[in-house]
């Protein structure tokens, strides 16, 4: 998770998002106001949005710092990452039967995508990617900013065949 501008932009987007939809009451609450079908899914996945923007706020001053964070936010942050997984999973296990559901889901699953400094999306691969880009139709761009990059695993490589390349046609390489 990192705490760029572009990352902070796009939580307090997905919560906002969140509530103009009439989908939530208020940022801290994770009650849906829905009485829908899908109030417990869309409680759910605001609960998972809300954690998901604490824990970038709180991080966000030990970024770049030397040292661990102190022990009372690490607590903390390992207490959201608990929680979360517990939200996640029963997210999961609860179909989405309208379409307030769906793209509450939608915007739980896209907060989950790390992204890098410059806010594009950080994937391991074609999988990630696709559920990304489906959570972004689902959810709506406008709720989802940033773009994908080149996969980690592609970047590394091509560095490692530039690497390869150089090493193979330098003047040690040939005697």
């Not at 705490?3 to 998002?17: E, K, L, S």
């Not at 996640?88 to 907060?111: F, Q, S, V, Y």
């Not at 150089?166 to 040690?172: A, E, F, G, K, V």
Request: proline share 6%; with cysteine; aromatic share 4%.
């Amino acid at each position: 998770m990192s705490g760029t501008p572009d990352r902070r932009r796009f939580m307090a987007q997905a919560t906002a998002a969140l509530a103009a939809a009439g989908l939530v009451a208020a940022p801290k609450l994770a009650k849906a106001v829905t009485g829908g079908s899908d109030a417990e899914l869309i409680g759910l996945c605001h609960r998972i949005v809300a954690l998901e923007d604490e824990y970038e706020r709180m991080a966000e001053p030990f970024y770049d710092a030397v040292g661990d964070a102190p022990p009372e936010v690490e607590e903390r942050e390992r207490a959201i990452i608990e929680e979360q997984h517990d939200l996640k999973d029963r997210a999961a296990r609860l179909p989405a039967t309208t379409d307030e559901g769906r793209r509450a889901k939608a915007l739980a699953l896209a907060t989950c995508f790390s992204r890098m400094a410059d806010g594009s999306l950080c994937y391991a691969g074609s999988i990630d990617l696709l559920a990304w880009s489906l959570a972004r139709d689902l959810a709506g761009p406008e709720n989802v900013p940033g773009e994908p990059r080149e996969p980690l695993a592609d970047r590394l490589r091509k560095e490692s065949d530039a690497m390869f390349a150089t090493l193979l046609s330098s003047p040690q390489a040939a005697s």
